[in-house]
């Protein structure tokens, strides 16, 4: 009766995990064994792991992430001019913590949003609270917070966000006071976070697609300023391997 009552008191505190690793040392004879510091210890360390294992589910629910990637299944044999240098430097997060950027261009089909998902996926595995967006998405959700007044809600959750990515920039023309909108984000953003951006176009055809000169240099600046700048090569690696890249 009394062990009973003790499983329940740690659910109603929501120690879940300190509850299974309870009941699983009552299951156990040779748990007896072990002093109170011992027993005691792994029901915390059950409990810690809990936390964040939960903490992580969220993380990785909150983003919403294309593809299910993580860094550790890059594939690094095709022929894209990819090094695993290249994608190891970003293992751990640290250039979050710097407030870096990261650019990746290529053709389509080489692998770019498989890369940035991957480089989330480790991102949240460290700690850090990341979105991802299709470009197109991103600007609908922008156009349609100014519409029913949630803009300045929506621009807070994005300058809070640690790491930001955009994925196929250019791949539409925007308009605009669109790109100003772009402008504030990154504005909002300095000092906070990282943003990760993918693209099928050059950083130098960047300027011209944005249209507006002033515009433009103030974008390019606060992204390529402090970025990494990953150039992928080669045809599409859909023909040969749809799944892992």
Known sequence: MLNQQTMNQLHDMKLHGMA?????QRQHAQSGDLDFDERLGMLVDRQWRWR???ALASRLRSAKFRLPACI???DYRARRGLKRA????????????YHQNVILTGPTGTG????????GNDACRCGYRVRYFVTAKLFRMLRAAHADGSYMRLTDRLAKT????????????LKANEYRDFLEILDDRQGKGGTLITSQFPIELWHDTIGNPTVADAILDRLIHNAHKIELKGESM???KPSAQ
Request: charged content about 40%; some cysteine.
């Open 52 to 54: 964040e294992e939960r």
């Open 238 to 240: 859909r023909k040969h």
């Open 112 to 119: 770019k949003t498989f890369l940035a998902c991957a480089l």
């Open 72 to 74: 550790e299944d890059i």
């Open 162 to 173: 640690e790491l930001l990515i955009i994925d196929d920039w250019g791949m539409e023309t």
């Open 86 to 97: 290249s994608m190891e430097q970003f293992r751990g997060g640290e250039w979050i913590g």
């Open 20 to 24: 299974d690793a309870y009941e699983e």
